[in-house]
């Protein structure tokens, strides 16, 4: 769905480091087109050596890319928590035309509206249960 939807920017998250480590290894993307957002205290050693080449990291740290290298992305992957510091991070709001919540119903409401709300996304579709 996420590369089929037409969409130009699509940001998909979801509650936990394992599941948005295996949705990004599903999807089959280059690393040109696909990021994925690490928090800053994940220890390196637990994240797939095939979600490695789409993070930002050195000496073992994951680093928060620059403002450039996270809008040029086609797919940007991360945790709720993660995604929620995108406007910090500069995001400007709409930037996402898709934004893709996985399991959705294990969020609590004011860690999704943190995503949604400062974003100011047009669409959403929410995954209740996908099984792969």
């Not at 797939?48 to 990291?57: E, I, K, N």
């Not at 995604?83 to 500069?90: D, M, Q, R, V």
Request: charge should be neutral; aromatic fraction near 8%; hydrophobic fraction near 45%.
């Amino acid at each position: 769905m996420i590369l089929q939807a037409g969409f130009h920017k699509s940001l998909t998250f979801e509650n936990f480091c394992q599941a948005a480590d295996v949705l990004c290894s599903r999807l089959t993307l280059n690393t040109s087109e696909m990021l994925r957002l690490m928090g800053y205290s994940r220890n390196s050693r637990d994240v797939p050596s095939s979600v490695l080449p789409y993070t930002r990291h050195k000496d073992g740290q994951f680093l928060t890319p620059p403002l450039a290298e996270i809008e040029e992305k086609r797919v940007v992957v991360a945790t709720l928590a993660t995604a929620s510091k995108l406007i910090n991070i500069g995001v400007a709001p709409r930037h996402f035309g898709l934004v893709v919540m996985d399991e959705a119903g294990q969020a609590m409401e004011p860690e999704i509206v943190a995503v949604l709300g400062p974003l100011k996304i047009p669409q959403v579709f929410t995954v209740i249960k996908y099984v792969w």
